[in-house]
């Protein structure tokens, strides 16, 4: 198995450095990022909200009584309480995210909520498909993939994904899929870089994680957080970018940045709607319902197997 300090190395040691978009989420990136999710440039969060509370009592309609829901990325669990409360006695809630401190601080509270729910987290890759805890047998599985983390994928990896949930979840399953649809940038780019700083905050943290896990000597201070919209492949890419010639060393390794020269730590791809079930095509899925918000900004897709 591939470990960190070799995804680090591997990623920095390429002709365009990158870092796996994962490692931002530690338990400080955890908190930076539900921040951002509360920012006013950030629309993604409120208008994906807005539309799972229009939309919650169809979902839970198809998702029938007793049903196993199953989230991926979880992270603070937010969204998942508009579809437990709209659901029809939910035999189970099983989150699943990389970040330990995220699931250990949102089961309490939802436990504390829903006394009567079994809420059993699962830390793990979503891409790499986690084992799920035993259920009873019989519970329709609605697996729920908000935030447009599916903006963060490449192709191939959406395909893989949605291959492995589907023969996850099962044959009469349901996947809730939240996607970002294309925009003008205007409106894209300070929802990655806000007024505040949150976002640069939040992308900078990345290398206080390497420099703590990997004993690594970033100096954080001379990088800077830029988000770049990439028209031909439609997304924002999130770079920090160095301000002066320097060395940076990791487990042995020396890296040498260039003044201008950036890392690429993540993707945010915006989708059309025609692009999306392309996506779909072949991975065990069908979309039965599409909802968006009135000025067609957001997705919350309802898939099928068919």
């Given at each position: 198995?591939?470990?960190?300090?070799?995804?680090?190395?591997?990623?920095?040691?390429?002709?365009?450095?990158?870092?796996?978009?994962?490692?931002?989420?530690?338990?400080?990136?955890?908190?930076?990022?539900?921040?951002?999710?509360?920012?006013?440039?950030?629309?993604?969060?409120?208008?994906?909200?807005?539309?799972?509370?229009?939309?919650?009592?169809?979902?839970?309609?198809?998702?029938?009584?007793?049903?196993?829901?199953?989230?991926?990325?979880?992270?603070?669990?937010?969204?998942?309480?508009?579809?437990?409360?709209?659901?029809?006695?939910?035999?189970?809630?099983?989150?699943?995210?990389?970040?330990?401190?995220?699931?250990?601080?949102?089961?309490p509270l939802l436990q504390?909520?829903?006394?009567?729910?079994?809420?059993?987290?699962?830390?793990?890759?979503?891409?790499?498909?986690?084992?799920?805890?035993?259920?009873?047998?019989?519970?329709?599985?609605?697996?729920?993939?908000?935030?447009?983390?599916?903006?963060?994928?490449?192709?191939?990896?959406?395909?893989?994904?949605?291959?492995?949930?589907?023969?996850?979840?099962?044959?009469?399953?349901?996947?809730?899929?939240?996607?970002?649809?294309?925009?003008?940038?205007?409106?894209?780019?300070?929802?990655?870089?806000?007024?505040?700083?949150?976002?640069?905050?939040?992308?900078?943290?990345?290398?206080?994680?390497?420099?703590?896990?990997?004993?690594?000597?970033?100096?954080?201070?001379?990088?800077?957080?830029?988000?770049?919209?990439?028209?031909?492949?439609?997304?924002?890419?999130?770079?920090?970018?160095?301000?002066?010639?320097?060395?940076?060393?990791?487990?042995?390794?020396?890296?040498?940045?260039?003044?201008?020269?950036?890392?690429?730590?993540e993707n945010s791809r915006?989708?059309?709607?025609?692009?999306?079930?392309?996506?779909?095509?072949?991975?065990?899925?069908?979309?039965?319902?599409?909802?968006?918000?009135?000025?067609?900004?957001?997705?919350?897709?309802?898939?099928?197997?068919?």
């Amino acid at each position: 198995m591939t470990s960190i300090l070799d995804e680090v190395v591997e990623g920095l040691a390429s002709p365009r450095k990158a870092l796996p978009c994962k490692l931002l989420y530690d338990e400080a990136g955890s908190d930076l990022f539900e921040r951002i999710t509360r920012l006013p440039e950030y629309y993604l969060g409120r208008t994906e909200t807005a539309i799972l509370r229009q939309r919650a009592a169809d979902i839970a309609g198809r998702a029938g009584p007793a049903a196993v829901l199953i989230e991926y990325g979880a992270g603070a669990s937010v969204k998942t309480r508009i579809l437990l409360d709209a659901m029809e006695q939910p035999r189970a809630y099983i989150p699943i995210d990389v970040s330990v401190d995220a699931l250990d601080k949102a089961k309490p509270l939802l436990q504390n909520d829903y006394p009567d729910l079994e809420i059993r987290p699962v830390v793990a890759n979503f891409l790499q498909p986690p084992a799920l805890p035993d259920m009873p047998g019989g519970q329709r599985r609605v697996g729920f993939f908000p935030g447009s983390t599916i903006g963060n994928l490449s192709d191939e990896e959406i395909g893989t994904f949605l291959t492995q949930a589907a023969g996850q979840l099962g044959p009469d399953a349901l996947l809730v899929l939240g996607a970002d649809l294309r925009k003008d940038p205007g409106i894209l780019i300070p929802a990655y870089d806000d007024e505040a700083g949150v976002t640069a905050a939040f992308n900078l943290n990345i290398l206080n994680r390497i420099n703590r896990d990997l004993a690594a000597d970033f100096d954080t201070g001379s990088f800077r957080h830029e988000a770049r919209w990439n028209d031909r492949l439609s997304r924002v890419e999130m770079h920090l970018v160095s301000t002066i010639d320097q060395d940076v060393h990791i487990g042995g390794h020396a890296f040498h940045f260039g003044a201008g020269e950036s890392i690429h730590t993540e993707n945010s791809r915006k989708f059309d709607l025609e692009r999306l079930r392309q996506l779909l095509a072949g991975s065990g899925w069908s979309a039965a319902d599409t909802h968006t918000d009135d000025a067609d900004m957001f997705a919350v897709i309802v898939l099928v197997r068919p």
